[in-house]
């Protein structure tokens, strides 16, 4: 099982970064697809989630209406737009599968998968 997060980097407050998960060796469309962020000293945190059917969920208040997550099942991928950045969205963001439904609590132990995370700064 690989999960391979890409698209993050350095971006200016208001800018935008489309982050991707590419998975392989687990059935992905059966699987709900989470994205996570840790900042530094934090703990991890759940953003979004995307069911195997795309009910989608978005965890913290500060996300709704600029992030989106859909998933691409043709091509085992799953991806977060990040729109109208702030500072505070500097984070390792990392994507998660687990079972075919979100929770309504973005539980860290609800995930069976976990990629390796990749850095989002968010400058000022």
């Known amino acids: 099982v690989q999960l391979v997060e890409s698209g993050g980097g350095l971006v200016q407050q208001g800018g935008s970064l489309r982050l991707a998960c590419t998975t392989s060796?687990?059935?992905?469309?059966?699987?709900?697809m989470g994205w996570f962020r840790q900042a530094p000293g934090k703990e991890r945190e759940g953003v979004s989630c995307i069911s195997h059917s795309n009910d989608t969920s978005y965890y913290p208040d500060s996300v709704k209406g600029r992030f989106t997550i859909s998933r691409d099942n043709a091509k085992s991928t799953v991806y977060l737009e990040m729109n109208s950045l702030k500072p505070e969205d500097s984070a390792n963001y990392f994507c998660?599968?687990?079972?075919?439904?979100?929770?309504?609590?973005?539980?860290?132990?609800?995930?069976?998968?976990w990629g390796q995370g990749t850095q989002v700064t968010v400058s000022s």
């Open positions: 060796g687990f059935t992905f469309e059966i699987y709900a």
């Open positions: 998660a599968a687990g079972p075919p439904s979100c929770p309504l609590v973005p539980a860290t132990a609800w995930y069976d998968y």
